[in-house]
């Protein structure tokens, strides 16, 4: 008597869809890695139940690392799927992608130095990109935000949106603006940080949000802010370079909790 076919369980990824992919010692690395960076972000507050956190392939500059339409706290790395810088999935994956999947597509397109993106909605940092307040250093952790965080409005190349990068045109937009800054801020939607490894990313991520409140704090009291100058940014951003694995290994501990 033929045994009944066994049916995948709703929601759940299929497993031929990342098939083969532990075989490879790096990339099995990197999707752990990349797995807890979201679930470090969603502890943080960085990501909600939007947003996302990507990682260029480990063994081919031209793909990425991106998990699937999914809540970053549920993300696990049988989630990840790999697309190439056009943002099409590998070939036999055909499980529902992120939408805003080509603002990292673009990203990696036109940096080459970057290795992570994240993309979120903290609500910190919201007021900025409405503001003709620029986001600004204010203490040494955030002193990346001394190379400037440029603000992308979707409106001035597109016209009336519903504000989300839906193609690569706006994808490549997003990128132009970017520039070579860390962080590029998005009107009426978020921002970006990008680093060249996922952890410095995240860092980057996470104190992005953390100024900005504080920023909005300092504001408030009246007076005159003192921000951090360029060369005192240039000089701490080198100083936290060396300190990056301190608040990654303590993170991803606090995330398993």
Known sequence: MPKPSRQPTPGRPRARATAGKRT?????????????????LARHGVLD?????????????????????????????ADIMIFDLDCNPARGD?????????IHGEIYRARPDVIAVVHS??????????????????????????????????AERFGKTDMLVRNAAQGRALA???????????????????????????????YTQLNAALQQQAIALGGTVKYLDPEEAALSDESNAGTIMRPWELWQRMAKG
């Open 24 to 40: 490879d010692p790096a990339l099995a690395a990197a999707l752990d890695e990349l797995a807890a960076a979201n679930r470090v």
């Open 49 to 77: 139940a939007y947003g996302h956190v990507s990682v260029r392939h480990p063994g081919d500059p031209g793909r990425f690392l991106l998990a699937r339409s999914r809540a970053p706290e549920l993300v696990t790395a």
């Open 176 to 206: 132009e603006t970017l520039d070579g800054s860390e962080v590029a801020l998005m009107r009426g939607h978020g921002y970006v940080a990008v680093a060249p490894t996922v952890a410095r990313a995240v860092f980057r991520a996470i």
């Open 121 to 154: 909605h903290a609500p910190a940092v919201i007021p900025f990109a409405a503001s003709s307040v620029p986001l600004r250093p204010l203490y040494h952790m955030a002193s990346f935000l001394g190379r400037g965080a440029p603000v992308f409005d979707i």
């Open 94 to 102: 055909d499980r529902r992608p992120y939408l805003e999947r080509f």
